[in-house]
């Protein structure tokens, strides 16, 4: 578990838990609270993950480099993105065991030939699957990339993931 703080008194700070998926899904916005300012993130009780040590230690020096704490963020998130990509290629490439369900189910629908996941709610590409982090998710079809939007979704999608291969 990881805390995002808001407020700027360190005497007067709010922690809020925060889940590394839920910030993945975020897209590096730190979510704001009835406009107090982002201050910092940090490891929650217990034994951090790996891959929490890894977000917060990099927050951590991007914030040093630059005193942007939204940039940090946004920086620090897209870089864990980058590194969990290359762990999964050098996994790939070692043969060893997919590390989550979300990566068995990756590597399945590559092995396969399918594009990603829909829904009747989402549908997401392979190269950021699962960005829901929901129990939606566990209602996820395979399926086909089809670039546009068809008039009965409405909403400007650039793709959706479609049974059938277009």
Known sequence: MLYLHYGTNPDNMVLKPVTLSALRASKGVAPRMNDTPFAAIT???????????????????????????SLAMKNALDSFEVELRNRRFAAEQRGAAPRDVREIIERWL?????DGLFCSECSCVLDDLMPCSSDSALMCEPGYRKDGCPPECGMGCDFHIVPEKP
Do not use: I, K
């Open 43 to 69: 490891f929650g009780p217990g034994t951090p993950t790996e891959d929490e040590e890894w977000l917060v230690n990099t927050y951590q020096a991007m914030f040093e480099q630059n005193h942007d704490r």
């Open 110 to 114: 590559r092995e396969n030939g399918f």
